[in-house]
């Protein structure tokens, strides 16, 4: 069983349209929660980070995190052609990754105009 | 406000050849690593370092070497490239703290022949 599991998609939507992405993982040790996201030909680039179970709110974006089923989501409103990129997920803490973190391999989003 | 800074943005290299991967970050961040990212794989830890004069190997070290002479500079050195170390090389940085998010250059594309 893969540590963190993604689709890989492509989820195409419409503009305007709430998109969810998920990720799931098996290691209950994770505490930590990330997403990032990532341009064609550029770096990945911190959108959320949350600590504990519940909801975070940042603008148009939603992290939701859900440790007793180990599954976490983001979710966009509104969204908009600009939130086309690809999003990785990632989990930090004990036993994840010789550093402790440890990235999905990301949902490519595609919002059609 | 440069952040991580990576040079070159792209490298052909011929099998066999050495080159270095320049990185360095205005953060004064403690902690700094390179990743590589291949369709399907997700982003792979090659290296890591805590601070200056320490690192640490990830899930995919071999064919690569680093160390860390100062707080801003982690480079990574490829001794003798082999076609399958064709990918995009991200380096990125956080706080000492374990739990800070990291942050990422814009990656070097690099292609063996």
């Known amino acids: 069983q893969k540590e963190v599991e993604q689709d890989p998609g492509p989820l195409s939507v419409p503009e305007g349209a709430i998109v969810s992405l998920n990720c799931t993982y098996s290691n209950s040790a994770f505490q930590y929660f990330m997403w990032y996201r990532q341009y064609s030909r550029k770096g990945p680039e911190l959108l959320m980070y949350?600590?504990?179970?519940g909801n975070k709110e940042d603008g148009r974006f939603t992290a939701q995190v859900d440790k007793s089923s180990k599954y976490i989501s983001l979710f966009i409103r509104d969204s908009q052609p600009s939130d086309s990129a690809t999003y990785l997920c990632?989990?930090?803490?004990?036993?994840?990754?010789?550093?402790?973190?440890?990235f999905g391999k990301g949902t490519h989003l595609i919002i059609q105009p | 406000n440069a952040g991580v800074t990576q040079t070159p943005k792209f490298q052909v290299l011929k099998t066999g050849q050495s080159m270095t991967l320049q990185c360095a970050q205005d953060m004064n961040h403690e902690y700094m690593s390179w990743y590589r990212q291949d369709p399907g794989m997700g982003l792979r830890l090659i290296h890591y370092s805590v601070g200056a004069g320490i690192t640490d190997q990830g899930e995919v070290p071999n064919g690569y070497n680093v160390s860390r002479s100062t707080t801003e500079d982690f480079p990574l050195r490829l001794l003798s490239a082999a076609p399958s170390q064709t990918s995009v090389y991200f380096c990125a940085s956080r706080r000492g703290s374990n739990n800070s998010p990291l942050h990422f250059g814009n990656g070097t594309r690099l292609t063996v022949t």
């Open positions: 949350t600590y504990s179970s």
């Open positions: 990632a989990m930090l803490g004990p036993g994840g990754g010789a550093d402790g973190l440890t």
